[in-house]
Every structure is written in C-alpha cells, then in structure tokens.
C-alpha cells in the first residue's frame, strides 16, 4: 500500500491508516459536501524520505483541481500541513498553515489585500518556525518537506507522548500527515472561521451549537486568543451559508451515527468543510445525546442504551451548589459542566511543582491555554482564562477530561482570582469567592433516563 493517497471519497481505508481528520475529510468529500482538495501521508510513514516523489505527484493534482500553482503564478496554492492521529488528539501535534509562500506569492495575494497577503505572510512564518525552530526557507518545496518532517515529529513532542500515556492511547500506529489546499477566512468581511457540533456538547440539547469569527483563520478561535461570536451571527451575516452548514451537519450525523464536531471556513461567501470527529462531550450530554439520536431515528435504542454508562447517568442527577450569600468574583462562558474548588494559581514553571504537591486542590487560571497545559489542567479541579469561547482549546480538553472550566471571564481575571480559595461552576460560568458547600441531588425522575430504563428492560441483549 502506497504511504500517500488523494482524498477523493474512494480511498477504501480506516482510520488506523488515514488517521482521524483525513478519514473524516475522506468521507465528506464521499458525501457530495464541499471539502478543499488534499491527501495525506498515512500513519504507516515515520518520514517524508520514501514517499516525496509521491506527496510531489499529489501536489500536482491539488493543483489540476483547485487551477491553482504551488509557490508561483499570478493564482497560486498555498497548502495546510496538519497532523492527524487515528484517535482525536485535540491540539497535541504541529500544524502549519499557508505552506507555499514566495515572494511572488505574496504579490499575488497583494493583488488582492495588502493586508491579507502581510496577514498570510505573518501567520505562517510564525507557524513555521514554531514548529521546526528555523526560518522559512525561500523554496516552497523545501518549507512542504520541512512541514511535513516538523507534524510527524511532533508525535514524539514529551506533550503528545505523556497526552497518550494518561489515556491508556499507547497502541496508536502514528500521525498521519493532511496536506490540504487554503482556503482563506481571513480574506475581508465576508469571510471567516468556525467550530460547531452538531448537538449541543454541554447540556445535552438538540439545537446546533458553535461559534464563528469573522475574518479570521482556524487556530484564532481554537486558541483563544480572539473571542468569537456565537453561530447566531454568521446566521444573521451569512443566512445562505448557515443553511448549507445546516444542511452538511444533517448529513453528517445522519452518516456517523454520532454527535459530530466540524470546522469549516468561509471564504469570500464560499463554505468549506475541514473537518469532522465525533464531538468530546460532558458525561450529561452523552445521556442526553444517546436518547435524542435513538428519539430521531439516527440509531436503535438498544445502541443508545449501550453507549451510556454508570458514570454518565449519574452526572444527569445533578448534584448543586449552596450559594447563599457567596460572593461571585468573575463570570465567563459555561465550557465544561462540573463543581471545581481550589485555589487559583497561574501555572508557570516556577509554581509548577508547588501546585502538584499541595494537598489543597487548585483551579488553574490563565489568560488562554496551549497544549503545554495539558498536563496541569489533568491535575486541577478547575480551569479558568480570561479569553476564549466554548470551542476553544481549554474548553475542548476539559470536556475530554471532565474538568469543570469556565472560559472567556476577561482581561485582569488571572490576577484579580491569584491565590483566593474559589469554587468554580462549570454549569453557570461563575466564579465564587471560598469553597462552597456541594450538595448531593435528590430526584430521579428525569425523563432521559426513564426513557433508558423503558428501553434496557424491553431489550436486555445488546448486539
């Protein structure tokens, strides 16, 4: 089997081999849904040595079909480089954006934006060096090598190794590689980037949920540097390019039989799908999911009772805060549900091994997250950042791990929260001044549950 195959909705193969974003982008473009062309590397490769002339070959045809020219000509083809395990590993290896700028490349784009193209321009040389340490090259070639040897080493970076050791992850074969035509959110007003998942990933509800920034590319709203707006804006801005999303998200869970967390980009009014996984929920939304799938005839109900476990009934039955008299000291967005008490303390390498050896608990608060937290927010009962929304790294990894986060709470709130005792409630985003009482629940007539309980007694054998 070749080590690189074009993603044309045909390839024939898994996720082990194509890894989790190319297999998704793989079967999207099976389904008729607007995808930029690419192909992948896959996991088999530990180097780009045997298969360049291969990922060459490749690139040619991205440029047959996009009428594109990579690193020249007055149209050209910039690539994304991204990894891509056969599991979601959420912001734990390299991407770098924009591959393929020269200095006729930039006049092009000059051509249309001179702010666009000192944009693209900046974003990737930051990427790039961030990535491999060293300045672009000049050669487009040279800087597609450098990408592609840069993502498939960052599968050995001491975050994506100890990211798998504490998830039991160690029989994962490697990352692929995706090397993807641009396509471009940051090209002027009507454009833009954004995440949504199908259903709701906090409580469970069934109406679409994201959010979405104008004139911007992916890594803005997954890092959490800018704030973006909720998926109700690009309905209001773009009502046609909703629909379509709409529409795709139908499709999609239709097709996975799961919850689904896409990103797309929107280009000059055009939409783009970039991926699709299934979505990391909160134990509370897996119950209410499950039953919503099955209710909407996506799945039978004996799945739905056999996808929920113990855990996940039991964060239905909600247990509540006292807040009598608390002093609330900061509120942000609601990220990843949960009760966390502890005190707040900025990670930074000085404090770090104070923090993992107190007794006390803490909540980890900073102005953002990079998967260089990771390994302190597995630790803490809770996390707190001054920017960010529901899609952005912080909230994504607490999710995985079922750490109550709030997100978003504003500039100044790392210091203002700075060695207080806090609770934080990842239900409401609020954080409240000590640690407050945490109250078991008392009901159990939810009827999620009941409807789960109906289905377990009338098919007790799960096949």
Known sequence: MTGAVLLDGNTGLGREMLGNKAYGIDRMVRLGLPVP??????????????????????????????????????????????????????GMMDTILNVGITNEVEDALSDASLDFAADVVRRFNDQFRKSTGQPAPTDPWK??????????????????????????????????????????????SRSGTGVLFTRNPLDGGPQLYGEWLGNA??????????????????????????????????????????VQDIEFTV?????????????????????????GLANDGIISTATAVARVTADQIAAVRKP??????????ARGTPASPGFGVGVAVPQTIE????IASTSAGFVLTRPTTDPN?????????????EHGGSTSHAAVVCREMSVPCVVGCGEGTVDALSGRMVTVDGYRGIIYEG????????????????ALRSWASSSPVVK
């Open 435 to 450: 640690s407050l009482p945490i109250r078991p629940a008392v009901d159990d007539d939810d009827p999620d549950l009941i």
């Open 143 to 188: 800087q597609l090598r450098m990408s592609v040897d840069a993502v498939v080493g960052s599968w050995s970076s001491a975050r994506a190794v100890d990211y798998r050791r504490r998830r039991g992850l160690t029989d994962l074969a490697g990352t692929s590689v995706t090397i993807q035509s641009m396509v471009f959110g940051n090209r002027g």
């Open 351 to 354: 404090t770090e091994q104070p």
């Open 267 to 291: 280009e000059s009014g055009e939409l783009w799908l970039l991926q699709t996984r299934t979505a990391k929920i909160s134990p509370e939304a897996a119950v209410r999911h499950a039953v």
């Open 320 to 329: 509540w805060l006292e807040t009598t008299g608390a002093v609330i000291l």
């Open 373 to 385: 937290d990771v390994h302190m927010m597995s630790m803490s009962n809770g996390v707190v950042t």
């Open 37 to 90: 062309p690419a192909f992948v590397v896959t996991t088999q490769m530990r180097s780009v040595d045997g298969v360049w002339q291969r990922v060459v070959a490749l690139v040619h045809e991205l440029e047959e079909l996009t009428g594109r020219t990579f690193g020249s000509g007055p149209n050209p083809l910039l690539l994304a480089v991204r990894s891509g395990a056969a599991l979601s590993m959420p």
């Open 217 to 258: 590319q992916g890594e803005d709203v997954v890092s959490g540097r800018r704030s973006a707006r909720p998926l109700e804006e690009l309905r209001r801005e773009l009502p046609s390019v909703y629909e379509q999303l709409s529409g795709a998200s139908r499709t999609l869970e239709a097709d996975r039989k799961e």
